[in-house]
T-cell receptor, first 115, second 115 residues
Framework: DAGVIQSPRHEVTEMGQEVTLRCKPISGHNSLFWYRQTMMRGLELLIYFNNNVPIDDSGMPEDRFSAKMPNASFSTLKIQPSEPRDSAVYFC?????????????FGPGTRLTVL | LAKTTQPISMDSYEGQEVNITCSHNNIATNDYITWYQQFPSQGPRFIIQGYKTKVTNEVASLFIPADRKSSTLSLPRVSLSDTAVYYCLVGEKQGLGAAGNKLTFGGGTRVLVKP
């Protein structure tokens, strides 16, 4: 199993540009999570989906952030327009598949730098 | 979701046992205690989960007293590669829906293992 796949692994962009982060969850998992991690704020949950449906987006910081999950094997997190304070590592995680514990499997993350 | 409190950091030496205690005074009846480990530049990884008494796996042991208001993660004979941040989380065991799937990460405990 390849685990959770995220792309790109690194992204450097200029303020005002649109950024799209991509995630492929583990096959068979029905929950997908987007997190953001910074030194100041730690690991924050931005949004999560159950069966491709957004359940809780209370962690999405602003309207500049949006997330979609068009099917069970793909999700995107978009920032438009990006700002320097959006610089962080963004993690995608998935869970489910009939396991008996609420374990989330994290991807390697996308390190975003907004200049 | 019950709030957790754990030390910010701990230092240890190779071969020693490391014990990290987490306080969760408001833990609910349905809540389980879960620990994640995060290495630098990686996403968090599930270590162990328990409800009461003691749980042991190949990586760690988890001790939970009868009142469940705290728990202790024990790492036996640590090596340099155990240097990481360890997170204590409290929540429902299974993804029972919107509340059950959500995990809230606190600040974690940064463990540094020295040679």
């Amino acid at each position: 199993d390849a685990g959770v796949i995220q792309s790109p692994r690194h992204e450097v962009t200029e303020m005002g540009q649109e950024v799209t982060l991509r995630c492929k969850p583990i096959s068979g998992h029905n929950s997908l999570f987007w997190y953001r991690q910074t030194m100041m704020r730690g690991l924050e949950l931005l949004i999560y989906f159950n069966n491709n449906v957004p359940i809780d987006d209370s962690g999405m910081p602003e309207d500049r952030f949006s997330a979609k999950m068009p099917n069970a094997s793909f999700s995107t997190l978009k920032i438009q327009p990006s700002e320097p304070r959006d610089s962080a590592v963004y993690f995608c995680a998935s869970s489910g598949g009939g396991t008996s514990r609420n374990e989330q499997f994290f991807g390697p993350g996308t390190r975003l730098t907004v200049l | 979701l019950a709030k957790t409190t754990q030390p910010i950091s701990m230092d240890s030496y190779e071969g020693q046992e490391v014990n990290i205690t987490c306080s969760h005074n408001n833990i609910a009846t349905n809540d389980y205690i879960t620990w994640y480990q995060q290495f630098p530049s990686q996403g968090p990884r599930f270590i162990i989960q328990g409800y009461k008494t003691k749980v042991t796996n190949e990586v760690a042991s988890l001790f939970i007293p009868a009142d469940r208001k705290s728990s202790t993660l024990s790492l036996p004979r640590v090596s340099l590669s155990d240097t990481a941040v360890y997170y204590c989380l409290v929540g429902e065991k299974q993804g029972l829906g919107a509340a059950g799937n959500k995990l809230t990460f606190g600040g974690g405990t940064r463990v540094l293992v020295k040679p």
